[in-house]
């Protein structure tokens, strides 16, 4: 029944002979597993519990998600095709349903690293090191997305409240807090744009022609200036959005008041952070602990 399947795939579908030999690596594997269990069982007397039994064995080796996902693919289609052509009565494979795929970990900026960035001596006083360091500073201490940056109008800053409005996705307004250096800088930088470029605008963050920034151009900002401490290959906005949560439960901050200031709707959304340190609680436990390595 394998063999009419893989002339099917060849024959009928056209499929390159790279996707038959997967198919049949992972139908092959899948028959040793079950005639491993029981060497009366056949494709035909295959069960549901076989095919979850097979996946966790998988999984218990050490396959990610989407390799087990792509062996469960490869037994669908099989029993898809040996249904369809009467060799079976029934399909084992429709309703189990495959393992949740990882969500990697979201990436973030040390704090040292955010400190020897923003602490440098080398910023210069023209309009762009200036607006540089204040989008940098801004991600950073108030965890905004580059759209929400890109957004913001001079309006949009109260100074004497020392808050942020920020409108997220959906329209959705929150205010979030910022202390003293922020404020520093912010009024630093509007003196500064006033003065080389424009003063008639109402956005905060504007171009070399007086235009409000596009996203593009942010992302080019912080991937240039996050060069310069981190070698991690991904340095966007949005790292620095992970970096302001990571840093707040660092130092405490209780999740239901990191979810409202990143603006997520649930609290699942902000719970991925606390694997994020976690996984710097168990580097610093190696690194710290004289028997952490053994």
């Known amino acids: 029944m394998v063999d009419q399947y893989l002339d099917y795939l060849r024959f009928e579908r056209n499929r390159s002979m790279l996707t038959v030999e997967r198919y049949e690596r992972s139908l092959r594997d899948f028959q040793r597993f079950f005639e491993g269990k029981d060497e009366s069982t056949t494709w035909e007397t295959v069960d549901s519990d076989m095919i979850r039994d097979w996946?966790?064995?998988?999984?218990d080796k050490g396959n990610k998600a989407t390799s087990v996902n792509a062996d469960l693919a490869a037994l669908r289609s099989f029993y898809r095709f040996a249904l369809g052509r009467k060799l079976i009565n029934h399909d084992p494979a429709h309703c189990v349903k495959g393992p949740k795929k990882d969500k990697p970990l979201p990436q973030?900026?040390?704090e040292n690293e955010m400190d020897g960035l923003l602490d440098r001596e080398d910023w210069g006083d023209d309009y762009i090191d200036v607006r540089a360091r204040t989008i940098i500073l801004l991600l950073y201490e108030a965890g905004l997305r580059r759209s929400e940056l890109v957004g913001l109008d001079d309006r949009d800053i109260d100074f004497?409240?020392?808050?942020?409005?920020?409108?997220?996705k959906r329209n959705k307004q929150r205010v979030i807090p910022f202390g003293t250096e922020l404020e520093t800088e912010?009024?630093?930088?509007?003196?500064?744009r006033d003065r080389s470029v424009c003063?008639?605008?109402?956005?905060?963050?504007?171009?070399?022609?007086?235009?409000?920034?596009?996203?593009g151009q942010v992302y080019d900002v912080v991937r240039k200036h996050l060069a310069k401490v981190t070698t991690m290959k991904k340095k966007s906005p949005h790292v620095l959005r992970h970096s302001f949560a990571t840093a707040l439960l660092n130092h405490d901050a209780g999740l239901e008041s990191v979810r409202r200031l990143l603006g997520?709707?649930?609290?699942?959304?902000t719970e991925i952070y606390t694997h994020t340190t976690f996984e710097q609680l168990k580097r610093v436990y190696k690194e710290a602990h004289p028997r952490g390595t053994e």
Do not use: I, P
């Not at 004497?160 to 997220?168: D, F, R, Y």
């Not at 912010?186 to 500064?192: H, I, K, N, R, S």
């Not at 171009?207 to 596009?214: F, P, T, V, W």
């Not at 997520?264 to 959304?269: A, N, P, Q, W």
């Open 55 to 59: 996946m966790e064995s998988l999984m």
């Open 186 to 192: 912010l009024q630093y930088f509007m003196d500064v």
């Open 264 to 269: 997520h709707e649930s609290l699942k959304t």
């Open 199 to 215: 003063k008639n605008s109402e956005a905060l963050f504007l171009d070399r022609h007086g235009e409000r920034m596009k996203g």
């Open 108 to 110: 973030y900026v040390r």
């Open 160 to 168: 004497s409240a020392h808050q942020l409005k920020v409108t997220g």
